[in-house]
């Protein structure tokens, strides 16, 4: 009976520990693959965390910013790719790097060169991203972005100008542009400049002269011009109507301000001839206290006289010189200064500063003596031109004319009274004395097409 009490005993026992075994054995083999896993990951961590940390360092040059915010632009590309990022987060990179591309493009930005680097400031960068816009942050970065667009007749980025010390945006922007156009008269053909401020996304647009792009509006029509004496011709042929004209400049090279330069040739002194704002235009105004009518009138009264007095003047045998000289003697024996323009200016007839006073007066300042003389001398077959300057420190307007294929210069203002008989001081000069005289070289150069001292 204990025998069997025993065996019965033992059978428990040995039944016990087989379902113990059993146990254990069962919780055991699905715990290995779960450890084979968690080293896995922790492999993986440690990859990536090299990944992210070191490898976009080397590449930009700068701390990572974090691997999901999509305004990092090439940094995250960069990072996506070498961390093995998903196709999803490599895609939406690629496009972030085309878009920008496209608006460098269209910006006329020149790429990286003017984009900057916006990493200093987190908030700066991700709102100087996500819209499009170049964050700056100075007055010169902005002046440097209008300077490019200008240069490639593009329009400038979006600027976010937070930190760009900046009051009153618009007008600040504004004063940069007018400096510019100071400094680089040429880039006149970006005439317009219009800023509005979104936030602190401040949007700059130009308005450039047709000419300057090629791209006309659509039906235009004008005389097409093609040099800076073509545009004097053009004005000169329109002058007695005193209405606009439509031009087509087809020369890329002219710049603004030259053509006003040449511009100062035309009217007499009676009616101002200038482009209109975006050069497709040439346009007449009065002076003060006249109308365009009264300066017609003037300018007609002008022409008759010179009519009447060429042939006077002037015959077939005569060279060009012989010519130059029945003028120019005839000016200084015949018109007087009118002395008014010291004793009493606000007196002087305004017909002194102009042909019309020289030739029915009598009576002129140097306004009236140059332009008389540029008419007659026109009128007798020889090319010639106003200067406007200073003689002794004092404005001062006198000739240059071609004669024979020479360019000399003319003061007859200077010498009023004189004859050929007791000899001329200032009468076809091919030097004028740089103490007494001073001009613009270029604006001479711009009309003779020769560099003249």
């Not at 961590?45 to 360092?57: A, F, G, M, R, Y």
């Not at 791209?215 to 029509?221: C, L, R, W």
């Not at 009128?379 to 294929?405: K, L």
């Amino acid at each position: 009976m204990k025998r069997q009490l025993l065996h019965r005993l033992w059978a428990l026992v040995l039944a016990a520990m087989l379902v113990f075994l059993c146990g254990c054995s069962a919780n055991q083999d699905p715990q290995q693959p779960a450890r084979e896993n968690e080293d896995s990951d922790n492999l993986s961590d440690e990859s990536n965390d090299h990944t992210t940390s070191e490898e976009p360092s080397d590449a930009a040059g700068q701390e990572p910013s974090p691997p999901d915010d999509s305004s990092d632009g090439e940094d995250n590309d960069s990072s996506g790719s070498e961390s093995g990022g998903s196709d999803d987060n490599q895609d939406s990179s690629d496009n972030s790097d085309n878009q920008q591309d496209e608006q460098d493009t269209s910006a006329g930005t020149g790429g990286d060169e003017n984009t900057g680097d916006t990493s200093g400031s987190d908030d700066a960068q991700g709102s100087g991203n996500s819209d499009g816009s170049l964050a700056v942050s100075s007055k010169e970065e902005i002046k440097s972005l209008l300077i490019s667009a200008m240069e490639d007749l593009q329009q400038p980025q979006s600027m976010e100008i937070s930190n760009a010390g900046l009051t009153s945006p618009e007008i600040d922007v504004l004063n940069i542009y007018y400096e510019i156009t100071a400094d680089r008269p040429e880039l006149k053909v970006a005439y317009k400049l219009s800023a509005e401020l979104t936030g602190s996304t401040l949007t700059c647009t130009f308005s450039y002269m047709p000419y300057a792009t090629g791209i006309f509006p659509d039906g235009f029509d004008g005389i097409e011009v093609q040099t800076v004496h073509e545009l004097i011709a053009v004005a000169n042929d329109h002058v007695m109507d005193g209405n606009p004209v439509n031009i087509k400049i087809t020369n890329k090279d002219l710049e603004p301000d030259q053509m006003s330069v040449a511009l100062r040739q035309v009217g007499g002194g009676w009616l101002l001839c200038s482009l209109n704002s975006d050069a497709t235009a040439l346009t007449y105004s009065p002076p003060n206290g006249f109308t365009v009518e009264e300066c017609i009138s003037a300018l007609a009264k002008t022409q008759s006289l010179a009519d009447d007095l060429i042939p006077q003047l002037i015959t077939d045998n005569m060279t060009t010189m012989e010519r130059a000289q029945a003028i120019y003697a005839y000016i200084t024996a015949n018109v007087e200064y009118d002395q008014l323009y010291y004793s009493d200016f606000s007196s002087m007839p305004y017909a002194s500063q102009t042909a019309l006073g020289a030739l029915r007066d009598g009576t002129a300042i140097c306004g009236g003596y140059s332009n008389a003389l540029k008419l007659l001398f026109e009128m007798a077959g020889i090319e010639c031109y106003n200067v406007t300057g200073s003689y002794f420190s004092e404005n001062h307007m006198w000739n240059i004319a071609n004669i024979d294929g020479q360019w000399l210069w003319f003061d007859a203002t200077s010498d009023r009274g004189m004859s050929p008989e007791y000899g001329f001081l200032r009468f076809a000069l091919t030097d004028l004395d740089t103490v007494k005289y001073t001009w613009d070289p270029k604006s001479v150069e711009l009309l003779t097409g020769q560099s003249i001292e």
